[in-house]
């Protein structure tokens, strides 16, 4: 049976950010009050051409050249966002042809804050199973799109970005080893937005209360939080064999730091092993996990052979956790600029549109 490795990581956030002092002119708020409640001192907003996709790709083309793989390699797309372009077509798909991943199969997946953790395990199995050899997961978010910037309860908490893992197959043990997930269905009003899918499409009526805006009872999120984090931890620590003091470092779901060193006490850890970035780009929803794992490798806190577990909790109610063997590169050393099949993926994607146009003139619409 084949180990699925994490080989390649890489993240994108928009140029704008977002300050505390920025937003106390836009909501009844200050800096002091953010930063001791949440921890947040500042979050990045796309720009309209920075969408889901676009950050998506440029996270995947960075993981792709740390992985020393071209996109035709990927055999998978999975894109977890909470904040998807469209309801259809995914935006695993608009990723797959910004990318020019001619091989590669896609979908999204739907978990909330905890989907890049859902989205690392599902492509865990298929490569454990032996059905696929290289998996690509992105989380990627246009958050800012769906926030109310007249509700203080929400507006300071969330962020744009994305970030990307790639998976492989190896028969060498390690890599990814077990996980849980979890979901409680009952919380779903908890943290929803209540309009624009099937229950509530879109009408005047919504738009004008708000219901495509994030809806949340933040109480009763930190509450649902600080309960779940230590014990899905521990969890896939166990079920990996390992003890809690064995971990080199924790990643959680980057949303409030008090619910991180509520998860530290719980597990009797200390903070030095979570790492914490949530002070620079907000919650950022599936994106902040593998956003913080580059940065955890950039700053020497994450190398190879250390074991870390993926932690995070989001809307749905949905938690869970993943325990992995930190990997690295497993392909032989040679320079991939993945970047650089940009203009081929937009060349390649505009010649099959005009190929399906010329297909449609000849040979009509008949099949
Ligand atoms: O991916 C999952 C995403 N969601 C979460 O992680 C949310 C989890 N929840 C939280 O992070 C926290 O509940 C919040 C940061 C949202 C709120 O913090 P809190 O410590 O739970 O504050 P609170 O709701 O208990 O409010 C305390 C006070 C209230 O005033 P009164 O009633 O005591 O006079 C609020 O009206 O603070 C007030 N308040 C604010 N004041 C200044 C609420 N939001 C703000 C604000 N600025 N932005």
């Not at 903070?271 to 580059?294: C, H």
């Not at 970047?339 to 010329?358: G, I, Q």
Request: glycine share 8%.
């Amino acid at each position: 049976m084949p180990y699925a490795h994490i080989t390649g990581w890489g993240m994108a956030v928009p140029n704008k950010v977002l300050t505390n002092d920025e937003l106390s002119k836009m909501v009844e708020t200050s800096d002091a009050w953010i930063r001791e409640r949440t921890g947040i001192r500042e979050r990045r907003i796309a720009s309209d051409s920075e969408t889901a996709s676009a950050l998506g790709a440029e996270a995947a083309f960075k993981a792709l050249s740390m992985a020393r793989l071209l996109p035709n390699q990927v055999d998978l797309i999975i894109c977890a966002t909470s904040s998807p372009e469209y309801i259809f077509p995914a935006t695993a798909s608009l990723i797959q042809d910004k990318l020019g991943a001619s091989n590669a199969g896609a979908f999204d997946l739907l978990a909330a804050c905890t989907g890049f953790i859902y989205a690392l395990d599902m492509a865990a199995q298929s490569i454990r199973s032996g059905a696929l050899k290289t998996v690509l997961v992105v989380g990627a978010e246009n958050l800012s799109r769906y926030t109310n910037y007249k509700d203080r309860n929400t507006c300071i908490l969330f962020g744009d970005g994305a970030g990307a893992f790639v998976l492989q197959a190896s028969e060498k043990p390690g890599g990814v080893m077990r996980s849980v997930l979890h979901s409680d269905g009952s919380g779903g009003k908890f943290l929803f937005v209540p309009a624009s899918g099937s229950h509530s499409p879109a009408s005047e009526d919504t738009v004008r209360n708000g219901l495509h805006f994030i809806h949340m009872d933040g109480k009763e999120v930190f509450r649902f939080a600080t309960r779940v984090m230590a014990q899905a931890t521990l969890e896939a620590a166990e079920k990996s064999g390992w003890k809690p003091d064995e971990l080199s470092l924790v990643i959680p779901h980057q949303a409030n730091i008090r619910i991180i060193e509520a998860a530290a006490r719980g597990l009797k850890m200390p903070m030095e092993k979570f790492f914490v970035n949530l002070e620079r780009y907000g919650n950022t929803s599936t994106a902040s996990i593998p956003i913080a794992t580059v940065e955890a490798v950039q700053v020497g806190k994450l190398k190879p052979g250390d074991k870390v577990v993926f932690v995070g909790f989001g809307a749905g109610l949905t938690w869970g956790a993943l325990a992995a063997e930190w990997t690295g590169p497993i392909l032989p050393e040679r320079t991939i600029r993945a970047e650089w099949f940009k203009p081929f993926a937009r060349v390649r994607s505009l010649l099959r549109r005009l190929l399906r146009m010329l297909e449609g003139i000849l040979f009509g619409r008949e099949p």
